[in-house]
């Protein structure tokens, strides 16, 4: 496998009245294509800031990012936009569905952006429906949706533009715990079957025991990094 991620000496601290606060301290990090990774560590690690610096949506205070070849750190705002929007996908804890869009509808949105043509489009919505289970639900919209079949969409738009890497933060976290195994099994299932990269943040049990690799942060440091 070659690298997908690396992270050099990466630092973020924040102020808050007057006091500097040491979210992400000196962490040194290499993600290589098709694992299926976690971050985890207790509430305040740094897990969450951890990812948004590698996606691009928060700028380090020091150190560097890379993702490929290209440094985020030196990249303007409409580069790393760019590079989110073809190598990127996005899975919250939230799920962050456009509520007026249908299920077709917020799964080709990337696409869209994208300019790829609509008959290719609904192929892959077609396509990735079918993976996470979700035959025949195109034309409900989320809130006609239990919270496990809106992660499924939510996964489903992450992966159908076959991006390196998917970032999920917290993604079982509003989930119960059946609904949350049966979506671990399926984010599993299509990492071997396309070797997209999945890097998770959570302190979710379930995760944790399915994960190939393990980085624990503490205080903003990796405290272990245990391969399995």
């Not at 949350?180 to 990269?197: C, F, V």
């Not at 959570?202 to 503490?218: C, F, G, N, S, Y």
């Amino acid at each position: 496998m070659d690298q997908l991620i690396r992270t050099e000496n990466l630092e973020k601290t924040y102020n808050s009245d007057s006091v500097r606060v040491f979210a992400v301290r000196g962490v040194s990090l290499t993600v290589k294509r098709g694992e299926f990774t976690a971050l985890v560590g207790p509430s305040g690690s740094g897990k969450t800031t951890l990812l948004n610096l590698i996606s691009g949506l928060d700028s380090p205070t020091g150190g560097k990012v890379f993702l490929k070849e290209t440094d985020l750190t030196q990249a303007d705002d409409k580069e790393r936009s760019l590079l989110r929007r073809d190598h990127i996908g996005f899975i919250f804890q939230a799920y962050n569905l456009i509520p007026v869009l249908t299920v077709c509808e917020n799964i080709e949105y990337v696409m869209l952006l994208q300019g790829v043509d609509k008959e290719q489009r609904l192929a892959r919505v077609r396509a990735i429906l079918s993976d996470v289970g979700l035959d025949g639900f195109e034309n409900r919209f989320p809130l006609q949706l239990s919270g496990g079949q809106q992660q499924r969409v939510a996964i489903a738009r992450a992966m159908v533009s076959s991006p390196d890497l998917v970032l999920a933060d917290e993604p079982t976290a509003n989930l119960d715990s059946k609904s949350g195994e049966a979506l671990l099994e399926m984010m599993h299932r299509l990492n071997r079957k396309t070797g997209i990269t999945f890097l998770f943040s959570t302190h979710d049990p379930m995760i944790m025991e399915r994960a190939e690799r393990l980085v624990t942060l503490k205080d903003g440091m990796i405290d272990d990094d245990v391969n399995r």
